[in-house]
């Protein structure tokens, strides 16, 4: 199905890790989900004239009719982020915990230099996104049947199973080619656990190859 992969690709570029030890005390599977993108936010704590900043600042945009904020983006740690005039901001994009904050850092740098006062108040990690391929297709229809109100699988209007996980509390999409992918996630450890959580399921809805 074209739309499915389209959805897998979309849903933030999958990727894998490899190659690397495994602690099999954390991840019984041998499988260790990938941090795609990790969403925080800080206050700078002062108030923000956004033309001035958007006027003053390499690489950022600012369209108040389109949007209430100054996008700002840099390239190393490779992210972007929503600078609102009260002093709140969104750093979006990173793939590590230290990354994050060292993005939002420097946007608060970017910030002081053009002569605000601003500070670095209240970093917070609000989401995190993982991924991981368990490397054999899936049966989601069954996988349904079992999950009773936790999963949602329509395929007609999205090609994954959506699996709301009670603890941690995660959002989890399962794809028949064995993608999937987690999100709603304050720290690391929650994707690690709820993928672990979520792996026999999946093993026991294993598509079986048919053999000609």
């Not at 004239?49 to 958007?54: C, F, G, T, V, Y």
Request: with cysteine; net charge positive.
């Amino acid at each position: 199905m074209a739309s499915a992969a389209g959805a897998e690709t979309t849903v933030l570029g999958l990727g894998l890790r490899s190659g690397s030890a495994v602690d099999l005390d954390v991840h019984p599977s041998g499988l260790v989900p990938t941090i795609q993108n990790i969403v925080a936010t800080v206050n700078l704590d002062c108030q923000l004239d956004l033309q001035h900043i958007a006027n003053g600042a390499r690489n950022a945009e600012y369209n108040p009719k389109r949007f209430a904020a100054v996008i700002m983006r840099i390239r190393d740690p490779k992210t972007t982020a929503l600078v609102f005039a009260s002093g709140k901001m969104v750093c979006t994009g990173a793939k590590s915990e230290e990354h994050s904050r060292l993005a939002a850092r420097k946007y608060a740098r970017i910030v002081q230099k053009l002569g605000f006062p601003a500070r670095f108040k209240d970093f917070k990690i609000q989401n995190m996104v993982g991924s991981c391929d368990v490397k054999f297709p899936i049966r989601l229809e069954g996988l349904a049947m079992v999950s009773g109100t936790f999963a949602n699988y329509e395929p007609e209007i999205f090609p994954g199973l959506i699996y709301s996980m009670a603890d941690p509390k995660v959002v989890i999409l399962a794809f028949v080619s064995g993608k999937v992918v987690l999100t709603g996630a304050k720290v690391r450890e929650e994707i690690y656990r709820a993928f672990e959580n979520i792996y026999p399921m999946l093993v026991q809805f294993r598509k079986r190859q048919q053999h000609r």
